[in-house]
């Protein structure tokens, strides 16, 4: 069943903690929904003093971004100006991302002070879940920031708009395919294929981009399952009285 993470949102900052590189895969779904729910997504690399190597990170980030913002920041303080800068007065933000993000210390700071409770990660790397539920947070610019809990995975549904602004250049590559229909599975012509060619990562991105969309189908499909269910359970009631009275 789809749920709300957050409503009238200007503003979604997807928070993705360093350390181990960037999960491209999951900021990938995390852009797509952001990008299908109207608001303007920001890509966080949170714990950026942890990097191994953050021009690369930010790079990995960028090129999957769909043209979002890439903001690398830390406790320390490293991008705090560019993200409040996202986030003028009047206007709302949400902070979406797994346990562990540093999402809530993140407003700490935007706050300066301890705002929002936050723990230390567990030794194999994983947050503790410390934020149960949402929290509206005034920030001292006049902005609002929605703090969420930690959320593993984010399902794609209805979210094809979002999918076709983050996988854009795919699609700028299939227009040009010889065939309308192109499954870039080996067609004559198909320009998606040519250009993987010298850019192998353009097949990882097709893999991705195939993922998400057999994912909303199903979803899809789901949905449309449970309303056709729950309209013949409607028309069972609205016949049953008219039969008793017959009777």
């Known amino acids: 069943m789809a749920q709300a993470v957050a409503a009238n949102v200007d503003t979604v900052f997807i928070a993705v903690?360093?350390?181990?590189?960037?999960?491209?895969?999951?900021?990938?779904?995390?852009?797509?929904?952001?990008?299908?729910?109207?608001?303007?997504?920001?890509?966080?690399?949170?714990?950026?003093?942890?990097?191994?190597?953050?021009?690369?990170?930010?790079?990995?980030?960028?090129?999957?971004?769909?043209?979002?913002?890439v903001i690398a920041v830390s406790a320390q303080g490293w991008g705090l100006d560019a993200l409040r800068a996202c986030l003028p007065p009047g206007q709302t933000g949400a902070i979406v991302g797994p346990s562990g993000a540093g999402k809530s210390t993140l407003i700490n700071q935007l706050c300066g002070g301890d705002r929002l409770a936050t723990a230390e990660v567990r030794a194999d790397g994983r947050g503790r879940h410390t934020t149960t539920n949402r929290e509206l947070v005034e920030l001292p610019e006049g902005a609002m920031l929605i703090d969420t809990p930690g959320m593993r995975e984010m399902g794609v549904w209805d979210a094809q708009a979002g999918i076709d602004a983050v996988f854009g250049e795919i699609g700028?590559?299939?227009?040009?395919?010889?065939?309308?229909?192109?499954?870039?599975?080996?067609?004559?012509?198909?320009?998606?294929?040519?250009?993987?060619?010298?850019?192998?990562?353009?097949?990882?991105?097709?893999?991705?981009?195939?993922?998400?969309?057999?994912?909303?189908?199903?979803?899809?499909?789901?949905?449309?399952?449970?309303?056709?269910?729950?309209?013949?359970?409607?028309?069972?009631?609205?016949?049953?009285?008219?039969r008793r009275a017959g009777r």
Do not use: N
Request: one cysteine or more; glycine letters at 8%; charged letters at 30%.
């Open 172 to 242: 700028e590559l299939a227009a040009r395919c010889r065939f309308s229909d192109c499954a870039h599975h080996g067609e004559p012509g198909c320009a998606v294929q040519a250009a993987a060619q010298d850019d192998p990562v353009i097949l990882e991105r097709l893999g991705s981009l195939r993922k998400l969309e057999r994912e909303q189908r199903h979803l899809a499909g789901q949905v449309d399952a449970r309303l056709r269910a729950e309209s013949r359970r409607e028309r069972r009631v609205r016949r049953a009285p008219s």
């Open 17 to 69: 903690p360093l350390g181990l590189g960037v999960g491209v895969r999951r900021l990938e779904r995390s852009l797509a929904m952001a990008w299908s729910s109207g608001a303007r997504p920001v890509v966080l690399l949170s714990k950026a003093d942890l990097s191994l190597d953050l021009p690369t990170d930010l790079d990995a980030a960028g090129a999957v971004a769909g043209g979002a913002q």
